[in-house]
């Protein structure tokens, strides 16, 4: 027996061969989306498919070159973000458009302040939308705090309520769960699926597919801003979403390269310590290595990572580069020394977003580039740039144009990882490289790391999954509570050994 409701009754939003380009590059071609009433529509698609595009037309942000969109049947033509909100159209962005240093109540008065006759602001009215929409997912939240004291779970269901406090009809989730841990995750598609359930329709972008499986009805799958597939979940393996994506199938999405025995200690850490955030942390990285750092949203892995570089403090414990002692370590020292850092904050810690990429690659490398004090070899400067992008495989009209916050965040990704290869070190610690990132670009991420690793660099690898680490890496050390608790190397890796010693479930 059929199930019932399996022909969606109505269509809440439908766009219509929509075509967009930039200068000369076309990044939408005839595109086509359908949002049905009572379903989640998942976008997927590599850094670059144009997924954003899509969703900025949307928004009202972007006019299409031509195609026609509906909301309801009705034809809907957003000039600017004003219209989207309007019309019922919200987002939440991956990077959450509140205001840290304001309280939730002055959040929430930004877009809509109510005001009576004489020009008095009604409170009472926000407060009463503050009650209705953010007492449904946090119960006795104080609403005088400021966002920055609440958890990532919980601002981005401050942000959700703020968005159905404007009566939207349509929200989109620009990956959502990027900053999050597994139980802010479990409690954010709860959320979710609630409010589908109470008339709101979804339009969900993601790169974790399992997650696109679990939450979503229907999927819509880009590639190089065309149309690859899609259809109904059920009707879907991964395999096939990611042939879509990609244009091929990824027998290997981890591409393990076999090595020399590795060499001589590059970086040794010995009984780091920093109050209750690091605890005597010792572990050492050698040439030709890739070693993992696994551990839980708190176990101290950034942390570490920052102490060794000297972008923040330790109280205690002593760091060795090549043998030598790295007294105060700071970064100018640490880069000098040839180690690299990239920081898993790379819109706001890792580039310049408003500066073209051709500036981006260069960062790190300025110093060397200067004839003097104050020239700088352009001409070398467009070799080695070209090199470095061609090598990498950064997607880019026109490099000198371009700026880094119009890429996609794998090609940011890509761009963060260049600006220090261009300094060419031999110790890499890599922050969580693959956040946010699709299947495509990640499969490129991991091969130039084994590149790196074949090249005799030495490589510290931390990453909230467990499977990329499995796929990767020579040895993985797991961190719990600011300590190192366990070391596997490769013939002993299990997600269940590695969880356990992330949770303390195994005694030394």
């Known amino acids: 027996m059929e199930e019932l409701n399996v022909v969606p009754k109505k269509e809440v939003l439908k766009l219509k061969n929509i075509c967009k380009s930039f200068s000369d590059v076309q990044v939408l071609k005839d595109v086509n989306l359908t949002l049905y009433d009572g379903r989640i529509l998942a976008i997927c698609g590599e850094n670059g498919a144009g997924k954003s595009t899509l969703m900025n037309i949307l928004g009202g942000i972007y006019i299409p070159d031509s195609g026609s969109m509906y909301i309801n049947e009705k034809e809907y033509t957003p000039k600017m973000p004003q219209h989207a909100i309007k019309n019922g159209v919200a987002f939440i962005h991956q990077e959450l458009s509140?205001?840290?240093n304001l309280s939730v109540l002055q959040n929430f008065m930004i877009d809509d302040l109510p005001v009576n006759r004489l020009g008095v602001i009604n409170t009472r009215v926000i407060r009463n939308s503050i009650s209705e929409n953010l007492g449904r997912f946090i119960e006795n939240i104080d609403i005088n705090k400021r966002v920055e004291e609440f958890v990532m779970g919980q601002k981005q269901l401050i942000e959700i309520a703020k968005?159905?406090?404007k009566k939207a009809k349509i929200i989109i989730f620009d990956e959502p769960t990027t900053s999050l841990s597994n139980k802010e995750k479990e409690l954010l598609f709860k959320i979710i699926r609630e409010i589908r359930e109470s008339g709101v329709n979804i339009i969900y972008i993601s790169h974790i597919l399992t997650d696109v499986m679990d939450l979503c009805d229907d999927i819509l799958v880009l590639r190089n801003g065309e149309m690859a597939g899609g259809g109904a979940t059920r009707d879907m393996t991964i395999d096939?979403?990611?042939r879509m994506m990609v244009g091929r199938s990824l027998t290997n999405l981890y591409p393990y390269a076999e090595k020399e025995a590795p060499g001589r200690t590059l970086l040794e850490v010995k009984t780091l310590s920093s109050g209750k955030v690091l605890n005597r942390v010792s572990f050492t990285l050698k040439e030709g290595e890739i070693v993992g750092l696994y551990g839980l949203m708190g176990a101290g892995r950034s942390e570490m990572a920052r102490?060794?570089?000297g972008l923040d403090p330790f109280e205690s414990g002593e760091i060795f580069i090549d043998g030598k002692e790295m007294r105060r370590p700071t970064p100018v020292k640490m880069k000098e020394k040839g180690v690299a850092f990239i920081t898993e904050n790379r819109r706001e810690e890792g580039l310049l977003m408003p500066?073209?990429?051709a500036d981006n690659v260069v960062l790190a490398f300025l110093k060397?580039?200067?004839?003097?004090?104050?020239?700088?070899?352009?001409?070398f400067t467009d070799t080695e740039s070209d090199r470095i992008i061609d090598q990498l495989r950064i997607k880019t009209y026109d490099k000198t144009k371009q700026k880094a916050q119009q890429l996609s965040g794998g090609n940011q990704q890509k761009l963060v990882i260049a600006k220090w290869l261009l300094t060419n070190p031999f110790v890499f610690i890599l922050d969580e490289p693959t956040k946010g990132v699709d299947v495509g670009s990640k499969f490129e991420i991991y091969s130039e790391i084994n590149n790196l690793?074949?090249?005799r660099s030495a490589v510290l690898f931390i990453s909230s999954e467990m499977e990329e680490l499995m796929g990767v890496c020579d040895r993985i050390l797991v961190m719990r509570a600011g300590e190192i608790s366990g070391e596997l190397r490769r013939g002993e890796f299990s997600n269940e050994t590695i969880l356990k010693y992330a949770i303390?479930?195994?005694s030394e």
């Open 368 to 379: 060397e580039l200067c004839h003097g004090k104050w020239i700088i070899d352009k001409k």
């Open 240 to 242: 096939d979403i990611v």
């Open 453 to 455: 690793a074949l090249n």
């Open 98 to 100: 509140l205001f840290q």
């Open 355 to 357: 500066k073209p990429i």
């Open 504 to 506: 303390g479930g195994i």
């Open 307 to 309: 102490a060794v570089f």
């Open 163 to 165: 968005e159905l406090s």
